[in-house]
């Protein structure tokens, strides 16, 4: 799981701990927070990003779907 500022695009934490200690509810707590500041946010578990990302780059759509993503806060 990857947390994501927009100021200076840094990356804000990286957790790669074990299953079921609460990365998830964390991740949305601080994207509901960031939503209710008037930041839009992008949700997505790893493998489900990936797989996205896989189909884009399949179907010739993967620079826009990238784009699309890194969008988010501009």
């Given amino acids: 799981m990857l947390f994501l500022i927009k ?5 804000l934490r990286k957790a790669d701990s074990s299953t079921g200690i609460g990365k998830s509810y964390i991740a949305s ?12 946010v ?6 489900k990003l990936f797989s996205k990302l896989k189909m884009a780059k399949a ?3 993967y620079f ?5 993503i890194e ?4």
């Fill in 59 to 61: 179907d010739g759509s």
């Fill in 71 to 74: 969008r988010q806060q501009r």
């Fill in 29 to 40: 707590a601080v994207g509901y927070q960031a939503c209710t500041l008037g930041y839009r």
């Fill in 64 to 68: 826009k779907k990238a784009a699309k």
């Fill in 42 to 47: 992008f949700y997505a578990s790893i493998p």
């Fill in 7 to 11: 100021e200076d695009d840094q990356c």
